[in-house]
Nanobody, 117 residues
């Protein structure tokens, strides 16, 4: 059974930085994409950033230049470094993994990120 365990959320002032990490466990196809989505109160879940096992990345326009996604394939862990955080970045951040063999998707339990003024 695949599990994604997130860590690193919390409270930070606007303009500050925060890092998230997500470790995957279980049987996972090596070809996969991992990433982060977020959901703010009253809004739909949206893509933040993704990274393929080969290293290709994709970012939401709203976080480009401020957030950096990376991964350690050996540790099966994905990271999200968030800099220059804004009030609108406040949301529950969900770790995501999709296997590229069968397109099965997995989600973490979510971690709260709150940006205060």
């Amino acid at each position: 059974q695949v599990q994604l365990v997130e860590s690193g959320g919390g409270l930070v002032q606007a303009g500050g930085s925060l890092g998230l990490s997500c470790a995957a466990s279980g049987s996972i196809f090596s070809g996969n994409v991992m990433g982060w989505y977020r959901q703010a109160p009253g809004k739909e879940r949206e893509l933040v950033a993704t990274i393929y096992s080969g290293g290709g990345t994709n970012y939401a326009y709203s976080v480009k230049g401020r957030f950096t996604i990376s991964r350690d394939n050996g540790k099966r862990t994905v990271y999200l470094q968030m800099n220059n955080l804004k009030l609108e970045d406040t949301a529950v951040y969900y770790c995501y993994l999709k296997e590229l063999l069968n397109y099965v998707e997995y989600w973490g339990q979510g971690t709260q990120v709150t940006v205060s003024s």
